[in-house]
Protein backbone atom coordinates (compact mmCIF):
# COMPACT_ATOMS: atom_id res chain seq x y z
CA UNK A 1 0.00 0.00 0.00
CA UNK A 2 1.58 3.42 -1.09
CA UNK A 3 2.46 5.57 1.79
CA UNK A 4 0.43 8.19 3.50
CA UNK A 5 -0.32 11.57 1.75
CA UNK A 6 0.43 14.56 3.77
CA UNK A 7 -2.24 17.05 3.42
CA UNK A 8 -2.15 20.68 5.03
CA UNK A 9 -5.43 22.94 5.05
CA UNK A 10 -5.40 25.81 6.45
CA UNK A 11 -8.16 28.16 6.62
CA UNK A 12 -7.71 32.31 5.28
CA UNK A 13 -10.52 34.16 5.53
CA UNK A 14 -14.07 32.50 3.28
CA UNK A 15 -11.33 29.86 1.78
CA UNK A 16 -8.57 27.20 2.95
CA UNK A 17 -5.65 26.75 1.03
CA UNK A 18 -4.69 22.94 0.45
CA UNK A 19 -1.45 21.50 -0.23
CA UNK A 20 -0.74 17.46 -0.45
CA UNK A 21 2.44 15.74 -0.97
CA UNK A 22 1.56 12.42 -2.60
CA UNK A 23 3.83 9.46 -2.17
CA UNK A 24 4.22 8.28 -6.30
CA UNK A 25 6.60 7.44 -8.14
CA UNK A 26 4.60 8.79 -11.17
CA UNK A 27 7.18 6.08 -13.71
CA UNK A 28 6.87 8.39 -17.48
CA UNK A 29 7.45 4.60 -19.03
CA UNK A 30 10.12 6.67 -21.08
CA UNK A 31 13.05 4.90 -18.91
CA UNK A 32 15.45 2.24 -19.04
CA UNK A 33 16.75 0.22 -16.63
CA UNK A 34 20.12 -1.21 -16.22
CA UNK A 35 19.28 -4.38 -18.44
CA UNK A 36 17.69 -1.80 -21.72
CA UNK A 37 14.46 -2.74 -20.61
CA UNK A 38 11.72 0.11 -20.70
CA UNK A 39 10.42 0.56 -16.89
CA UNK A 40 6.65 0.48 -17.58
CA UNK A 41 4.32 4.04 -17.02
CA UNK A 42 2.82 4.16 -13.61
CA UNK A 43 1.29 7.04 -12.38
CA UNK A 44 -1.29 9.05 -10.97
CA UNK A 45 -4.53 9.12 -13.42
CA UNK A 46 -6.81 10.67 -11.30
CA UNK A 47 -7.18 12.83 -8.18
CA UNK A 48 -10.53 13.58 -6.57
CA UNK A 49 -10.71 16.52 -3.26
CA UNK A 50 -13.85 16.56 -1.25
CA UNK A 51 -14.76 18.98 1.76
CA UNK A 52 -16.87 17.74 3.88
CA UNK A 53 -17.58 14.23 1.94
CA UNK A 54 -18.76 16.84 -1.39
CA UNK A 55 -16.89 16.96 -4.36
CA UNK A 56 -14.99 19.79 -4.94
CA UNK A 57 -11.50 19.15 -7.10
CA UNK A 58 -11.25 16.30 -9.55
CA UNK A 59 -8.01 16.23 -11.91
CA UNK A 60 -6.17 14.32 -14.39
CA UNK A 61 -2.35 14.27 -14.65
CA UNK A 62 -0.51 12.87 -16.59
CA UNK A 63 2.89 10.83 -16.38
CA UNK A 64 5.02 14.91 -16.46
CA UNK A 65 3.49 15.32 -13.22
CA UNK A 66 6.74 15.23 -10.84
CA UNK A 67 7.62 11.84 -8.71
CA UNK A 68 5.80 11.99 -5.12
CA UNK A 69 3.38 14.68 -6.40
CA UNK A 70 2.50 18.05 -4.82
CA UNK A 71 -1.27 20.09 -5.06
CA UNK A 72 -1.57 22.92 -4.26
CA UNK A 73 -5.23 24.07 -4.34
CA UNK A 74 -7.73 26.35 -2.61
CA UNK A 75 -11.39 25.63 -1.50
CA UNK A 76 -13.90 28.53 -1.42
CA UNK A 77 -16.31 28.20 2.17
CA UNK A 78 -13.94 26.21 3.99
CA UNK A 79 -13.49 26.81 7.54
CA UNK A 80 -11.87 25.56 10.37
CA UNK A 81 -12.83 21.87 10.94
CA UNK A 82 -13.87 21.10 7.88
CA UNK A 83 -12.74 17.72 6.53
CA UNK A 84 -10.61 17.45 3.33
CA UNK A 85 -9.74 14.19 1.74
CA UNK A 86 -7.66 13.97 -0.99
CA UNK A 87 -7.46 10.69 -2.86
CA UNK A 88 -6.02 9.51 -6.36
CA UNK A 89 -6.16 6.51 -8.77
CA UNK A 90 -3.24 5.39 -10.81
CA UNK A 91 -3.43 3.68 -13.79
CA UNK A 92 -2.80 -0.10 -12.05
CA UNK A 93 -5.57 0.55 -10.41
CA UNK A 94 -4.40 1.20 -7.56
CA UNK A 95 -5.95 4.04 -5.03
CA UNK A 96 -5.51 5.72 -2.00
CA UNK A 97 -7.13 8.08 -0.20
CA UNK A 98 -6.31 10.76 2.97
CA UNK A 99 -7.94 13.16 4.98
CA UNK A 100 -7.24 16.04 6.93
CA UNK A 101 -9.04 18.63 9.06
CA UNK A 102 -8.87 22.50 8.03
CA UNK A 103 -7.41 24.47 10.54
CA UNK B 1 -36.31 -20.03 -15.35
CA UNK B 2 -37.62 -23.16 -16.70
CA UNK B 3 -34.83 -25.39 -17.14
CA UNK B 4 -30.89 -25.32 -16.97
CA UNK B 5 -31.15 -25.34 -20.53
CA UNK B 6 -33.09 -21.73 -20.88
CA UNK B 7 -31.17 -20.04 -18.42
CA UNK B 8 -27.47 -20.60 -19.73
CA UNK B 9 -29.05 -20.00 -23.18
CA UNK B 10 -30.93 -16.45 -21.41
CA UNK B 11 -27.48 -15.67 -19.49
CA UNK B 12 -24.76 -16.69 -22.97
CA UNK B 13 -27.54 -14.11 -24.53
CA UNK B 14 -27.02 -11.05 -22.12
CA UNK B 15 -22.89 -11.71 -22.06
CA UNK B 16 -23.42 -11.28 -26.29
CA UNK B 17 -25.32 -8.41 -25.66
CA UNK B 18 -22.90 -6.97 -23.20
CA UNK B 19 -19.93 -7.99 -25.27
CA UNK B 20 -21.45 -6.06 -28.00
CA UNK B 21 -22.23 -2.88 -26.51
CA UNK B 22 -18.64 -3.52 -24.63
CA UNK B 23 -16.58 -3.39 -27.49
CA UNK B 24 -17.27 -0.28 -28.92
CA UNK B 25 -16.06 2.19 -25.90
CA UNK B 26 -12.45 1.27 -24.96
CA UNK B 27 -12.21 5.16 -25.87
CA UNK B 28 -15.78 5.84 -24.70
CA UNK B 29 -14.86 3.50 -21.29
CA UNK B 30 -11.51 5.53 -20.88
CA UNK B 31 -13.48 8.58 -21.15
CA UNK B 32 -16.60 7.58 -18.66
CA UNK B 33 -13.51 6.35 -16.22
CA UNK B 34 -12.36 9.85 -16.03
CA UNK B 35 -9.09 9.86 -17.88
CA UNK B 36 -8.60 11.18 -21.25
CA UNK B 37 -5.97 8.99 -22.47
CA UNK B 38 -6.14 10.46 -26.10
CA UNK B 39 -5.38 13.83 -24.41
CA UNK B 40 -2.57 12.76 -22.83
CA UNK B 41 -1.25 11.06 -25.88
CA UNK B 42 -1.14 14.59 -27.50
CA UNK B 43 1.61 15.68 -28.68
CA UNK B 44 0.77 19.39 -29.17
CA UNK B 45 -1.03 22.10 -27.92
CA UNK B 46 -3.35 21.58 -31.24
CA UNK B 47 -3.48 18.39 -30.86
CA UNK B 48 -4.41 18.10 -27.30
CA UNK B 49 -7.22 21.19 -27.42
CA UNK B 50 -8.83 18.63 -30.48
CA UNK B 51 -8.48 15.74 -27.99
CA UNK B 52 -10.23 17.89 -25.53
CA UNK B 53 -12.74 19.17 -27.89
CA UNK B 54 -11.70 23.12 -27.67
CA UNK B 55 -11.52 25.71 -29.47
CA UNK B 56 -8.04 26.98 -30.93
CA UNK B 57 -6.75 28.54 -28.16
CA UNK B 58 -5.87 32.32 -27.97
CA UNK B 59 -3.43 34.37 -25.63
CA UNK B 60 -5.11 36.31 -23.14
CA UNK B 61 -3.02 38.47 -19.91
CA UNK B 62 -6.08 37.24 -17.92
CA UNK B 63 -4.48 33.69 -17.19
CA UNK B 64 -1.12 33.45 -15.48
CA UNK B 65 1.47 30.93 -15.83
CA UNK B 66 3.86 30.32 -12.72
CA UNK B 67 7.43 28.71 -13.18
CA UNK B 68 10.86 29.62 -12.88
CA UNK B 69 13.02 31.24 -15.45
CA UNK B 70 15.29 28.18 -14.86
CA UNK B 71 14.71 25.06 -13.62
CA UNK B 72 17.79 23.41 -12.05
CA UNK B 73 16.52 20.17 -11.69
CA UNK B 74 14.23 18.73 -15.26
CA UNK B 75 12.61 16.43 -12.77
CA UNK B 76 10.95 18.52 -10.23
CA UNK B 77 9.86 21.88 -11.65
CA UNK B 78 6.85 23.71 -9.66
CA UNK B 79 4.21 25.57 -11.90
CA UNK B 80 1.23 27.19 -11.56
CA UNK B 81 -2.13 27.75 -13.25
CA UNK B 82 -4.38 30.61 -12.70
CA UNK B 83 -6.88 32.90 -13.52
CA UNK B 84 -8.96 35.60 -12.10
CA UNK B 85 -11.67 35.23 -15.16
CA UNK B 86 -15.22 33.93 -13.88
CA UNK B 87 -16.72 31.09 -15.84
CA UNK B 88 -13.54 28.82 -16.01
CA UNK B 89 -14.64 25.12 -16.72
CA UNK B 90 -11.27 23.53 -16.57
CA UNK B 91 -6.85 24.86 -15.95
CA UNK B 92 -4.53 22.65 -18.17
CA UNK B 93 -0.85 22.76 -17.81
CA UNK B 94 1.02 21.64 -20.97
CA UNK B 95 4.98 21.62 -21.52
CA UNK B 96 5.30 21.64 -25.07
CA UNK B 97 8.34 20.06 -25.66
CA UNK B 98 7.37 16.76 -23.30
CA UNK B 99 7.36 13.84 -24.85
CA UNK B 100 3.43 14.11 -24.21
CA UNK B 101 2.46 17.88 -24.02
CA UNK B 102 -0.51 17.63 -21.65
CA UNK B 103 0.80 17.02 -17.56
CA UNK B 104 -2.56 18.06 -15.89
CA UNK B 105 -6.34 18.78 -16.19
CA UNK B 106 -7.69 20.31 -13.36
CA UNK B 107 -11.62 20.74 -13.12
CA UNK B 108 -12.65 23.73 -12.14
CA UNK B 109 -15.90 23.32 -9.86
CA UNK B 110 -17.28 26.17 -8.04
CA UNK B 111 -15.72 25.44 -4.71
CA UNK B 112 -12.49 25.79 -5.83
CA UNK B 113 -10.66 28.87 -7.05
CA UNK B 114 -9.31 28.97 -10.57
CA UNK B 115 -5.49 28.60 -9.09
CA UNK B 116 -3.56 25.52 -8.92
CA UNK B 117 -0.17 24.37 -8.32
CA UNK B 118 2.09 21.49 -8.72
CA UNK B 119 5.32 20.17 -9.99
CA UNK B 120 6.32 18.45 -13.53
CA UNK B 121 9.06 16.70 -15.32
CA UNK B 122 10.57 18.68 -17.83
CA UNK B 123 12.72 16.88 -20.58
CA UNK B 124 14.47 20.00 -22.25
CA UNK B 125 13.94 23.68 -21.76
CA UNK B 126 10.22 24.58 -23.47
CA UNK B 127 7.37 26.96 -23.42
CA UNK B 128 5.09 26.13 -20.09
CA UNK B 129 1.77 26.53 -20.95
CA UNK B 130 -1.69 27.25 -18.72
CA UNK B 131 -4.71 27.15 -20.31
CA UNK B 132 -8.27 27.97 -19.23
CA UNK B 133 -11.11 26.33 -21.00
CA UNK B 134 -14.00 28.31 -20.79
CA UNK B 135 -17.61 27.51 -20.09
CA UNK B 136 -18.34 29.53 -22.92
CA UNK B 137 -16.24 27.95 -25.15
CA UNK B 138 -13.42 29.93 -25.44
CA UNK B 139 -10.09 28.87 -24.45
CA UNK B 140 -7.34 30.96 -23.28
CA UNK B 141 -3.47 30.50 -22.63
CA UNK B 142 -0.60 31.90 -21.12
CA UNK B 143 2.92 30.64 -21.67
CA UNK B 144 6.13 31.53 -20.17
CA UNK B 145 9.38 29.53 -21.52
CA UNK B 146 11.30 27.44 -18.88
CA UNK B 147 15.24 26.68 -19.03
CA UNK B 148 16.13 23.56 -17.54
CA UNK B 149 19.59 22.65 -16.81
CA UNK B 150 19.21 19.15 -16.40
CA UNK B 151 16.74 17.29 -17.96
CA UNK B 152 13.79 15.72 -16.03
CA UNK B 153 12.60 12.31 -18.30
CA UNK B 154 15.86 10.62 -16.84
CA UNK B 155 17.60 9.95 -20.56
Redesign the interface.
Known sequence: MADPMRIRAQASGD?ATVRVLMAHE?E?G??KDAAGKVIPAWYI??VH?K?NG??????????????N?????????AKAGDKVSVSW?DNRGDTRTDEAVVT | MHTRRQALSASAKLALLLLGAGVLPAVAQAQASGFNQTAFDAKSLAEVMKALGGAAPAASSDVTVSAPDIAENGAVVPVGASTALAGVKRLLVLVEKNPAALSAIFEVGEMVDANFSTRVKMGQSSDVYAVAMMSDGRVLYAKKEVKVTLGGCGG
Open positions: KMTQRQQALKDVLSAQWGPAVAKPFLQFMIKGV
